[in-house]
C-alpha cells in the first residue's frame, strides 16, 4: 500500500529509517522499535506504517498534548496530499475532539489512551472499547514516566499484543538496557538510524553555571531559551533589554493566545508578529527574536536557532531539546545552564550536568548521544523497568488510580470571570497546581458544578481530595495574566478569561431532561443495537461465539430498576408500565442515588449467569467500580410484581434472585488485571455507546452522549 508514499508527501530522497520500513512492514506480524535523532522522519516512518496496517482505527499517541496539535496537523496535510478522504482528529484535555477515540484516525495523549483502557473517567470505557480495536504509533517513549506511565504502557501491551494489535514505538533518546527488554518482550523489529540525521549538521554543547544575559542581549542572531519553569521565565524575560524582541511560550497562555504564536498559517496578511513559525520555522528570514519557552518545545516542533540555551534537565529531555539547534544543518551553539529546581529528578540531572561540565566545547554527534544515554540512564531504567516492577504495577491496576498509573500531576483547569455562571465554564480554561489553587482559595471562592447539588447554578467548592482534575471558576484576586501568561500574584486582580469559539455546550445538560421509558422498550432497542454492532466488528472470536448472549444479556443491563423501590409511584411516577427512565422532576433523587440498581441487577442475575465478563457488563455498566478490596454492600431489594411478565415480554425465562440482600465480593469485580479484560471492555464499551444511541433515538435528539 502507498508504494511511492515519501515521494508522494515530498521525500525525493528517503531517509535511512524511512527506507527501512518498506522492507519492514513486508512482515504484517511484527511490531517496530525506531531509534533515530530529531528531524530524522520519524513521523513519517509512524503514519507509513498506520496506513500500511490499515485497522479499523488508527491512533498516534504522544506524551504531552502540547505536541498533538502539530502532529496533527502534518498527518492530515499528508492524508489530504494522498487523497485519503478520512482526516486525522485529536482529542486531549485541552481539545476535545473525539473524546471516545472513534475516528479512523486519531491524535491523542497517553493520558487518554492509558485510562481508556483504564476505565477511568466517565463514559471511558467507551474510549476503551475503540482502543481494544486500534493500531498504534506511540511517540516519544521516553517522556513517559517510567514509574508510573511506562510501566502501565507496557501492561497494556502485552494485553493488545496478544490479541493481535500491531504498534510502533519511536523515540531519539532510549537507553540500550529499555531498547532490549521491549525487543525481547514483543518480538519486535528495530529500526536504528547509525548516520547523521543532516549531513552538513555540527553541535557544540557547554556548560554554564549561569545564564549570561550580557551575550544575549548583545547577540543580533535569533535565539532559543528553554526553562523549566515560569519562574525561569520570566527571569529570562527581565533581563532581556530589548522586549519586543521577545516571544513567550508556555501552558498558561490562553489557547487564542497561544495559536497566534504557534500558527503555520505565514500567508495571511495579519500573521502575528509573535508568530514562532514566522521567526523560527524552517523559512525564516534572518532575525533578532529570542523564544522563551518551557519543555513544551522540546520535542515533535519543527523550530531552529543556531544558539540555543537550556536549563539542565535529564539527558534525555536535553538531546530532545538540542533537536531545535541548527535543525535543518549548519553549526549551533548549546548551552546547558545549571538548575536548582525540583522538576526533573535530581540525581540524573546531576549526571547530565557533571558530563558536559567536564567536556567544554564538545560536539554532540549521534553516536555520542545514543552512549551517553545508555551511560546515564541504563541504571535508571534497570531499576525500575524489569519483570517485578511490570508485576506490581499490574496488581495496582486493580486501584484505578490515575496518579500511580498514569501521572501523579495534581492540577485543576482554571477559569476567570468576574460574573460567575454556567456560562463561565464555556470560557478558556489553564491548568494549574493544587499548590497554586491553594494560594488563590485565600482571597477567591471557588465555583464548581455539581450535578447533585444543584441544578440552575455553579456552586462553592473547598480543596480536597476529588477536585483533582476539575474546572473551577475565580473571580481573579491575587493572580494577572499578561504576555508570561497566567500565574499567582499576590494584590493583583486578573481580567475575564474569553469564551472558547469552540466550546460544546456540554453544560446544556442542566436543561435536558429524560422522558418516560418503558423498560421493555430501552431493553429490546439496546439489545438490537449492540448485536449489529458486535456483527461489524468482529471484535473476537469470544464475542462472535457468544454474541446471542452477551446482545441478550446487555439488553438486561437495566434489570435492576425492576426493584419495586426503584419502580415506586411515589417517586417514578410508574403504574402499571415498568419504566427504564423517568423525568427528573419526579425523581426524589436521594433515593435515586442510594439504590444501586447495577448491583441488584447482578444479584438478580447472578444464578443464573456463569459468566464472569456477563455478570460484570451488567455491574459495572455506568463506569468502572474501584471497591479497594471492599465487598458491594446491597441492602435488601424485591422485584416489581410486575417484573417478570416484563422479562417474559423481553424473551427471558431463566431463573433469576426475587429479592434478598446479598453483598458482592470485590473478588468477583473485574479489573484490568484480569486476562477477560479486553473482551469484556469492548463488550461494556459497546453496551454502554448502544445505551446513549438508544436514548436518543427515543428522545429523538443528538445530545446525550
Known amino acids: 500500500m502507498f508504494e511511492n508514499y515519501y515521494d508522494i508527501i515530498g521525500f525525493k530522497k528517503p531517509r535511512e529509517i524511512q527506507k527501512e520500513i518498506k522492507n519492514v512492514l513486508k512482515n504484517k506480524k511484527e511490531n517496530v522499535l525506531v531509534i533515530s535523532g530529531c528531524g530524522s522522519g520519524k513521523t513519517e516512518v509512524g503514519h507509513y506504517a498506520l496506513l500500511n496496517w490499515n485497522g479499523i482505527r488508527s491512533i498516534f499517541v504522544e506524551p504531552m498534548k502540547t505536541l498533538a496539535t502539530s502532529i496533527q496537523e502534518r498527518l492530515n496535510e499528508y492524508n489530504k496530499i494522498l487523497n485519503i478522504n478520512e482526516k486525522w482528529t485529536i482529542q486531549h484535555s485541552g481539545i476535545e475532539e473525539d473524546k471516545y477515540l472513534e475516528n479512523k484516525f486519531c491524535v491523542t495523549t ?27 504509533v506511540f511517540d516519544e517513549v521516553q517522556l513517559f514516566q517510567p514509574d508510573k506511565a511506562l510501566l502501565t504502557t507496557i501492561n497494556f501491551l502485552d494485553s493488545i499484543n496478544s490479541q493481535g ?394 434489570i435492576g430498576k425492576l426493584d419495586e423501590q426503584w419502580q415506586g409511584p411515589k417517586w417514578a411516577g410508574a403504574k402499571s408500565i415498568l419504566l427504564a427512565h423517568f423525568p427528573f422532576k419526579k425523581a426524589n433523587t436521594l433515593i435515586f442515588k442510594n439504590r444501586n440498581h447495577r448491583a441488584i441487577g447482578y444479584i438478580v442475575l447472578k444464578n443464573n449467569l456463569e459468566d464472569r465478563i456477563l455478570l460484570n457488563v451488567v455491574l459495572q455498566h455506568h463506569g468502572r467500580i474501584i471497591s479497594n478490596n471492599h465487598d458491594i454492600i446491597i441492602d435488601k431489594f424485591g422485584l416489581h410484581k410486575n417484573s417478570m411478565l416484563c422479562l417474559y415480554e423481553y424473551g427471558f425465562y431463566g431463573g433469576v434472585v426475587k429479592e434478598g440482600n446479598d453483598n458482592i465480593s470485590y473478588e468477583e469485580i473485574l479489573t484490568p488485571k484480569d486476562t477477560e479484560w479486553n473482551n469484556f471492555l469492548y463488550i461494556v464499551g459497546t453496551l454502554m455507546e448502544s445505551d446513549i444511541e438508544s436514548i436518543n433515538l427515543f428522545h429523538n435528539t443528538k445530545f446525550l452522549g
Not at 497517553?110 to 498504534?136: A, E, P, T
Open 165 to 558: 494489535n500491531k504498534f510502533l514505538i519511536m523515540t531519539a533518546t532510549m537507553p540500550k538496557y529499555l531498547i532490549d527488554f521491549l525487543l525481547e518482550r514483543y518480538n519486535m523489529k528495530l529500526i536504528e538510524a547509525y548516520e547523521e540525521t543532516i549531513a552538513d549538521r555540527e553541535i557544540y554543547v557547554n556548560y554554564s553555571s549561569k545564564v549570561d544575559y550580557l551575550q544575549i542581549n548583545s547577540r543580533t542572531e535569533s535565539q532559543i531559551v528553554i526553562c523549566n519553569t515560569q519562574a525561569q521565565q520570566e527571569e529570562v524575560y527581565n533581563n532581556i533589554e530589548d522586549k519586543s524582541r521577545c516571544i513567550i511560550l508556555n501552558s498558561k497562555l490562553l489557547k487564542y493566545d497561544r495559536s497566534k504564536i504557534e500558527s503555520k498559517n505565514l500567508l495571511e496578511d495579519d500573521v502575528s508578529e509573535k508568530s514562532l513559525y514566522k521567526y523560527f520555522g524552517k523559512y525564516a528570514k534572518k532575525n533578532n527574536k529570542i523564544l522563551i519557552a518551557t519543555s513544551i518545545v522540546e520535542a515533535g516542533v519543527d523550530i531552529s536557532a543556531n544558539y540555543l540555551y537550556s536549563y539542565a534537565c535529564p539527558i534525555d529531555n536535553f538531546i530532545q531539546r538540542c533537536g531545535r539547534c541548527a535543525r535543518w544543518g549548519g553549526i549551533g551553539q548549546v548551552v546547558i545552564i545549571n538548575s536548582n529546581d525540583i522538576v526533573y529528578d535530581s540525581k540524573i540531572v546531576k549526571k547530565t550536568i557533571e558530563f558536559f561540565a567536564d567536556r567544554p566545547s564538545l560536539k554532540f554527534t549521534w553516536e555520542i548521544q545514543k552512549a551517553v544515554v545508555t551511560n546515564i540512564l541504563n541504571p535508571f531504567y534497570m531499576d525500575v523497568i524489569n519483570e517485578i516492577n511490570v508485576r506490581k504495577n499490574k496488581y495496582n491496576l486493580i486501584d484505578g488510580s490515575r496518579g500511580k498509573l498514569i501521572r501523579d500531576i495534581q492540577n485543576v483547569n482554571i477559569i476567570v470571570d468576574k460574573d460567575i455562571s454556567f456560562n463561565s465554564f464555556k470560557k478558556q480554561s489553564i491548568s494549574i497546581n493544587i499548590s497554586v489553587l491553594e494560594k488563590l482559595s485565600k482571597n477567591n471562592a471557588l465555583y464548581v458544578i455539581d450535578y447533585g447539588k444543584n441544578r440552575n447554578s455553579p456552586v462553592q467548592k473547598k480543596i480536597n481530595d476529588d477536585i483533582i482534575g476539575q474546572t473551577i471558576v475565580i473571580q481573579g484576586n491575587d493572580c494577572i495574566y499578561d504576555e508570561l501568561g497566567f500565574r499567582y500574584k499576590e494584590g493583583s486582580v486578573c481580567n475575564t478569561f474569553q469564551y472558547d469559539s469552540n466550546a460544546t455546550d456540554k453544560y446544556d445538560k442542566f436543561n435536558f431532561d429524560y422522558k418516560e421509558e418503558s423498560w421493555i422498550n430501552h431493553a429490546t432497542s439496546v439489545r438490537a443495537l449492540v448485536k449489529q454492532k458486535m456483527l461489524n466488528d468482529r471484535f473476537s472470536s469470544y464475542v462472535l461465539e457468544n454474541i446471542d448472549d452477551i446482545s441478550n444479556v446487555c439488553g438486561l443491563h437495566d
Open 110 to 136: 497517553i493520558d487518554q489512551v492509558l485510562s481508556g483502557w483504564l476505565g477511568i473517567g466517565r463514559q471511558s470505557f467507551i474510549r476503551g472499547k475503540n482502543i481494544v480495536q486500534s493500531n498504534f
